[in-house]
C-alpha cells in the first residue's frame, strides 16, 4: 500500500492475536478489582477507557471489542509530535479532559509509550479526580536506555528505539490506516523542526 515503507516490523495478524490477549487480561484484572470491593462487575458507570487521541484510535477500536464489560469511552487529545519532528516536543493537552472519573476504574490506552510525558500528564490530571484506579495500556513501548516518566500496566510489544507508523502511528498526519507497523525508508523522514 505505501512504497516508502522499509520494513514491517510487527505485522496485522499478531497484532490481532495480542490485542485479543491484552483485551482478556484487563477484563480479567478489573473484574478482579470490582469484585475484591464487593462490586458487580455487570453494573453500569463502573468502567472508562480514556483513549489518547489521535494515535490510539486504531489500537482503541479493536481493544474495546475483545472486552466484554459495560464500558464508557471518554477521548483525550494530546500533541506531541508536532508536524514532521520524529522526536517528542514535550506532551500538551489538546482538547478538554473528560470530567466524571471520579470512583470510575479507568483505562488510559495509548499507542506508543516513548518518554512516557504523554502518559505522565494524562495520569496526574485524571489522578485528581480520584478514580477508583487507573491503568495504563499502549500497544508498544521503545526500549530506551532510561525509563519512561510512567510504566504501563499493559505493554503489547517492546519495540527498538526507531520511529515507526501504521495502526494508528503517524508521521505528520500520515500512514496511522496502515494495518502493520512498519518503519519508513530514513530519506522519508525529515526532521525539519
Ligand atoms: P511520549 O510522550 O514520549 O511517551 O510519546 C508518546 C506519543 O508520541 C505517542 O502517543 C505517539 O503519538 C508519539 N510517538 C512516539 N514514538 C512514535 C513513533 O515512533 N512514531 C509515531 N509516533 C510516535
Ligand atoms: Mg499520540
Redesign the pocket.
Known amino acids: 500500500m505505501f512504497p516508502e515503507v522499509e520494513k514491517i516490523l510487527i505485522d496485522r495478524n499478531r497484532l490481532a492475536d495480542r490485542v485479543a490477549q491484552m483485551g482478556a487480561q484487563i477484563v480479567s484484572d478489573i473484574h478482579a478489582d470490582i469484585a475484591s470491593a464487593g462490586g458487580n462487575p455487570d453494573e453500569p458507570d463502573q468502567i472508562v477507557l480514556v483513549p489518547?487521541l489521535?494515535?490510539?484510535m486504531i489500537f482503541v477500536a479493536d481493544l474495546v471489542r475483545q472486552m466484554p464489560l459495560r464500558l464508557r469511552l471518554r477521548v483525550v487529545a494530546?500533541s506531541?509530535?508536532p508536524g514532521t519532528s520524529?522526536a517528542?516536543r514535550g506532551?500538551m493537552l489538546a482538547s478538554e479532559l473528560p470530567r466524571d472519573l471520579g470512583g470510575k476504574h479507568v483505562v488510559v490506552v495509548?499507542?506508543?509509550?516513548?518518554?512516557?510525558?504523554?502518559?505522565?500528564?494524562v495520569n496526574d490530571l485524571i489522578e485528581k479526580q480520584k478514580p477508583a484506579s487507573i491503568r495504563h495500556c499502549v500497544m508498544l513501548q521503545?526500549d530506551l536506555p532510561i525509563p519512561?516518566?510512567i510504566e504501563a500496566d499493559y505493554v503489547g510489544f517492546p519495540i527498538p528505539d526507531?520511529?515507526?507508523?501504521g495502526y494508528g502511528?503517524?508521521?505528520d498526519g500520515y500512514y496511522r490506516n496502515c494495518p502493520d507497523i512498519v518503519t519508513l525508508a530514513p530519506e522519508r523522514l525529515h526532521d525539519a523542526t
Open positions: 489518547i489521535t494515535g490510539a494530546v506531541s509530535y520524529i517528542s506532551a495509548d499507542d506508543i509509550l516513548d518518554s512516557g510525558q504523554t502518559l505522565r500528564l521503545k519512561p516518566a526507531e520511529f515507526v507508523v502511528l503517524d508521521y
